[in-house]
């Protein structure tokens, strides 16, 4: 007994209209009890040489956007780096200056709420 199924292309498309009437033609051939393993492997290989072939065309095409999106990432990358160098040393100094700021203000403070204390 033979087993084989017509679903769709590798590239998702619907198989061609004497595919699919040569598959339900075996499929009945096969019901009514005739040896069809012959047929199939015939069907299965004139199927494979007629078609294109689409998986190579289908990892083509994602590779490309695959290679798109990279391209696109590399340049958001490269603008963000560009923002970033300067803008990070510039937001520490102003963090570091407000920091000594804080500290010195809270040491002036201190000094003045100090009591002169009597000997």
Known sequence: MAIFLLGSTVSGSAPSSVAQNTFEAMRSAEASGANI??????????????????????VQSQAAAVQQAALASKTFNGIFTIVLIPVIPLFLAVLTVAIFRLLAKVARKKILDMEIRPI
């Open 37 to 58: 393993d012959s047929l199939v492997s015939q069907y299965n290989s004139l199927l494979q040489q007629s078609a294109q072939d689409s998986s190579f065309v289908s």
